[in-house]
């Protein structure tokens, strides 16, 4: 019981924080003085383009965990909660449905979307589990990942925020009001990379921000907003909607129809509305 209120009042004064970089605004400055923008190697290339974030701890309470789980067991933890969950979890309407109904309708898009027998697709895929307290079973679909998306060098792109990429991440199409920078010349039916926007405390103390003004031109270049800190931190590829001008003027919509993810989960948006 000590040791539990030990946790809460250590955890109650000190801020827990993370970010999904671990670079310092120091550090990049140094780096972008020091890196000659006309190199480009294919080492370098490939750890910028995949997905790879690191979790930035308060020291204090990194320091707490470190030694209350091991050095060992904490950084798997912090690698862990970088990583979504590969289930999706469907709590079936029994006054709609049944779950082996649902099942059988999540087997059948499988089926027409991967060209795979149902057979290929059942195994470790799609299951059941009945919880006590309901009066049916709780479908769980199981996803795949972390994939190698191949981008093009260097890729047309978007930046999405965090809330944006969440849902990416889990399955979701990119939507207009997600996209906050876009590269120039970009026209409906370009095949788009994702990266994640970088949410920094802000300077006044006034929480936390992407500090990127909507609407922003990515040029390519090492000069484009948080270029570094972006490194490890793209979540696939796709085709793009609209254009350019068609992702800032309207205020819904598809953005990007994402075709390749790091992490392979279906959407469910209207596809299991009826159960």
Request: charged residues 25%; proline residues 4%.
């Amino acid at each position: 019981m000590k040791r539990r209120r030990d946790l809460v009042g250590t955890l109650s004064c000190l801020r827990c924080f993370f970010s999904l970089t671990k670079k310092d605004p120091n550090t990049t400055k140094r780096k972008r003085a020091m890196e000659d923008s006309s190199s480009s190697s294919s080492s370098s290339s490939s750890e910028r383009y995949c997905y790879n974030p690191i979790l930035r701890w308060n020291p204090q309470v990194e320091d707490y965990f470190i030694k209350a789980y091991g050095s060992d067991h904490f950084s798997r933890i912090s690698k862990a909660l970088t990583r979504p969950s590969c289930y999706s979890c469907i709590r079936v309407n029994t006054l709609k449905s049944t779950s082996d109904a649902v099942i059988q309708k999540l087997l059948t898009i499988i089926k027409e979307e991967e060209g795979g027998s149902e057979s290929e697709s059942e195994i470790g895929r799609i299951s059941k589990c009945e919880f006590p307290g309901l009066e049916d079973y709780v479908v769980f679909y199981r996803g795949s990942g972390p994939h190698v998306i191949d981008y093009a060098r260097p890729p047309k792109e978007i930046i999405v925020s965090r809330k944006c990429a969440e849902a990416v991440l889990r399955g979701a199409q990119v939507y207009v009001p997600g996209v906050i920078a876009c590269s120039a010349h970009v026209e409906k039916g370009d095949v788009i990379a994702v990266s994640v926007g970088v949410e920094q405390p802000a300077l006044d103390g006034g929480g936390w921000g992407i500090g990127i003004t909507r609407g922003t031109v990515l040029l390519g270049f090492k000069t484009d907003p948080y270029y570094f800190e972006r490194n490890g931190l793209y979540i696939g590829q796709g085709t793009a909607m609209m254009s350019r001008a068609g992702m800032f003027r309207v205020s819904e919509g598809i953005a990007v129809d994402m075709s390749n993810r790091v992490y392979e989960l279906p959407s469910f948006h209207g596809i299991v509305n009826s159960v």
